[in-house]
């Protein structure tokens, strides 16, 4: 059974640093066709997507928070971390990690198995 | 950036009718890389459909996706009392994903 599992700080002061580990299980980060997703949802609001990482740590980040944002990756420990700089109220949110997984050379990409979420709250 | 739409916003639809849900891309967008996700309050997304036209795993038929380049459609066959939901595409493009905004499918 595919699980993944958020874990991190529920409060966080603003202008502080962010770090959220994602713990899978039943598949490995060194699956080729596999990696790790971070998406977010404000309360009320659409998912945004944050950032990825595959296992031959190929990473891409979104474009608006790019300067923000760290994903890596403890095969061995089989987590994903992300960390997010100077945080602010906005950045309140449930923060989900899911599977992404791409076919054969890269003919589909999607998020198969999702976590349930944290959420975390940006208030001093 | 590809911009996703999502229209309506809201669809009040009677259980047993069927909802046909659309997502519009600002540019074209591979067939291949367009997903459908289904949220229910207080719920992780659960991914409905992938390469614009394949049912997930465990994805009940009545689910069906189509469309191409820059207008896709989310089709539910016949309204079951567990569809009611928010209902999100997504897109892959220059290794990054957008989502659109949702369109809520409430009880009439």
């Known amino acids: 059974q595919v699980t993944l599992k958020e874990s991190g700080p529920v409060l966080v002061k603003p202008t502080e640093t962010l770090t959220l580990t994602c713990t899978v299980s039943g598949f490995s980060l060194s699956n080729a066709r596999m990696g790790v997703s971070w998406i977010r949802q404000p309360p009320g609001k659409a998912l945004e997507w944050l950032a990825h990482i595959f296992s031959n740590d190929e990473k891409s980040y979104s474009t608006s928070l790019k300067s923000r944002l760290t994903i890596s990756k403890d095969t061995s420990k089989s987590q994903v971390v992300l960390t997010m700089t100077n945080m602010d109220p906005v950045d309140t949110a449930t923060y989900y990690c899911?599977?992404?997984?791409?076919?054969?050379?890269?003919?589909?990409?999607?998020?198969?198995?999702w976590g349930k979420g944290t959420t975390v709250t940006v208030s001093s | 950036e590809i911009v996703l739409t999502q229209s309506p916003g809201t669809l009040s639809l009677s259980p047993g009718e069927r909802a046909t849900l659309s997502c519009r891309a600002s540019?074209?967008?591979?067939?291949?890389?367009l997903a459908w996700y289904q949220q229910k309050p207080g719920q992780a997304p659960r991914l409905l459909i992938y390469g614009a036209s394949s049912r997930a795993t465990g994805i009940p038929d009545r689910f069906s996706g189509s469309g191409s380049g820059t207008d896709f459609t989310l089709t539910i066959s016949r309204l079951e009392p567990e569809d009611f939901a928010v209902y999100y595409c997504?897109?892959?493009?220059?290794?990054?994903?957008?989502f659109g905004p949702g369109t809520k499918v409430d009880i009439k």
């Open positions: 540019q074209s967008v591979s067939s291949s890389y």
């Open positions: 899911a599977r992404l997984t791409r076919g054969f050379g890269g003919r589909y990409y999607y998020m198969d198995v």
């Open positions: 997504q897109q892959y493009g220059s290794s990054a994903f957008t």
